[in-house]
T-cell receptor, first 112, second 114 residues
């Protein structure tokens, strides 16, 4: 069935790069998304990538997509303490529906 | 500014009581969604609506009900049949175009049992 997997925790030092990984199962997904959730808040859309792209860069964020391995990653350059949050990847579910499938989220902790 | 407003931020439910969570959007989005978030888990879809007066069950609809009488509003009722309602509830909306449009989220309502 449809499933999106992420590791639960990641800890990095301030100024280092963070790489958050995600694997998905639905090869028909057209878009894949990254969201950020700060404590007690909703999800904020960070970036998304169209499935015919390999890479997308947006300021400090770089998204890499490996369709063959169904692997998505989010790289945050020069990680800051304000980047500490939970990061969710999401894929669109079966084409023709409005459903997303979310990963379990990766909690990023940035150490000063 | 356009956005999604969820209220209240915190809600307490007594045993046997129904409670309703509010979700209002002024983004002119046709589609709206309700998710439940439990600690250490991803988001699970409760109900979604693609258009006014129409809605579909998500993956965990039992014990919940919704209505979509207006484009801007998609309230969620947590009924007494939902035996484990303690969770963080998130409402989202998106433009038409199916699942290829990003979903925008409200700030959530945290529901607890008294």
């Amino acid at each position: 069935g449809e499933d999106v997997e992420q590791s639960l925790f990641l800890s990095v030092r301030e100024g280092d790069s963070s790489v958050i990984n995600c694997t998905y199962t639905d090869s028909s997904s057209t878009y894949l998304y990254w969201y950020k959730q700060e404590p007690g808040a909703g999800l904020q859309l960070l970036t998304y990538i169209f499935s015919n792209m390999d890479m997308k860069q947006d300021q400090r964020l770089t998204v890499l997509l490996n369709k063959k391995d169904k692997h998505l990653s989010l790289r945050i350059a020069d990680t800051q303490t304000g980047d500490s949050a939970i990061y969710f990847c999401a894929e669109t579910a079966t084409s023709g529906t409005y459903k997303y499938i979310f990963g379990t989220g990766t909690r990023l902790k940035v150490l000063a | 500014d356009g956005g999604i407003t969820q209220s209240p931020k915190y809600l307490f439910r007594k045993e046997g009581q129904n409670v309703t969570l509010s979700c209002e959007q002024n983004l002119n989005h046709d589609a709206m969604y309700w998710y439940r978030q439990d600690p250490g888990q991803g988001l699970r879809l409760i109900y979604y609506s693609q258009i006014v007066n129409d809605f579909q069950k998500g993956d965990i609809a039992e014990g919940y009900s919704v209505s979509r009488e207006k484009k801007e509003s998609f309230p969620l009722t947590v009924t007494s049949a939902q035996k484990n309602p303690t969770a963080f509830y998130l409402c989202a909306s998106s433009t038409p175009g199916g699942s290829n449009q990003p979903q925008h989220f409200g700030d959530g309502t945290r529901l607890s049992i008294l």
